[in-house]
């Protein structure tokens, strides 16, 4: 009963959350300089009686607030609009780009989050060794480079690699995972920078808990030790921080799609912005804003499954 009042309360404020955060995004977009007549209309003639047409089709003379409950009746029906540069189905030309940046998104996590844990928990059992020291310096080297200087090497690299390309078709599977390796390898990094040395200390102060000593003294295996009870502890922090990372990637994305050109979200949301391309705009930061939402309330449920202790409040 109490994880079930939990899991309302935490709906509602995700609800109340999202509804907030979109109309101020769509109040702030409308204060700025951009027309959308003018983004609309583009290079093709202006005329009083098309401005009229369009006004009159977008319902642009209509409140703001006004203007907002229509765009938000349609989101939760299923119509996220008109384009407004191309004229094409929003919906549609982001369900065309969505495979892309899933794909960088959970490769990317499951690798790096992989690595990630291998490494830590190495560098953790040979703590104070030079294989400790070797692990954590190329942590640190990683957490420090900036994945758009990363992208760039390995993109100059990739070119004297024979038959491999970043941009093309992908007309099937096999294709598909060629185009999204090589950028979800690099977005990887930032895991294994990030959540290997969460790992490796997390690790070593379990390792050095009062209670590991009283398993070893009950003769216990060294393997149950460090595996059963030492890294089963350690990794919920680990789970937790993966989970955030996992959201926060789906922002990410943007610049190993802009620099490999890879036609996902991320480089629809650039565009977008740059073309004052309201429509676009509003759902992509309503939907990474619910992608967000959704991984923190799953990784809190997942936290209180793991470490019943935990309190529900």
């Known amino acids: ?85 191309d004229g094409q189905d929003v919906k549609g030309l982001i369900m065309s780009r969505l495979p892309i940046t899933f794909g960088l998104v959970i490769m990317s996590s499951v690798i790096g989050s992989v690595i990630a844990v291998i490494m830590g928990v190495a560098a953790a059992l040979r703590k104070g060794r030079p294989s400790d020291a070797a692990i954590s310096g190329l942590m640190l080297v990683l957490s420090g480079a900036p994945s758009f200087l990363v992208s760039i090497l390995i993109l100059i ?35 294994v920078a990030m959540l290997g040395r969460i790992t490796r200390s997390n690790m070593i102060n379990q390792l050095q808990s009062p209670y590991i000593a009283t398993a070893a003294a009950k003769g216990l295996k060294q393997s149950n030790i460090t595996y059963k009870h030492a890294f089963h502890n350690a990794v919920i922090p680990v789970i937790t921080v993966a989970g955030y990372m996992i959201a ?66």
Not at 21 to 44: E, K, Y
């Open 248 to 313: 926060g990637s789906i922002g990410s994305t943007v610049i190993v799609e802009q620099v490999f050109s890879l036609p996902g979200i991320g480089g629809l949301l650039i565009s977008a912005i740059e073309e004052n391309n309201f429509p676009i705009v509003q759902i992509l930061v309503l939907f990474m804003l619910g992608a967000y939402l959704v991984m923190s309330f799953v990784i809190d449920i997942l936290y209180t499954v793991l470490d019943p202790r935990v309190d529900l409040k």
């Open 1 to 85: 009963m109490k994880r079930f009042r939990f899991i309302i309360k935490r709906l509602l404020s995700m609800i109340v959350i999202m509804f907030l955060v979109s109309f101020l995004v769509f109040v702030v977009l409308r204060m700025s300089d951009a027309d959308p007549l003018t983004v609309m209309i583009g290079n093709n003639q202006s005329t009083p009686e098309l401005r009229q047409a369009l006004t009159e089709k977008y319902h642009l003379d209509d409140p703001v607030h006004i203007q907002y409950l229509r765009w938000i009746k349609g989101v939760l029906s299923g119509d996220f609009g008109t384009d407004y540069v």
């Open 157 to 191: 690299f990739m070119t004297y690699v024979p038959g491999y390309s970043f941009i093309g078709t992908y007309t099937n599977f096999g294709e598909f995972l060629q185009r999204i390796m090589i950028p979800s390898l690099i977005m990887a990094l930032t895991f």
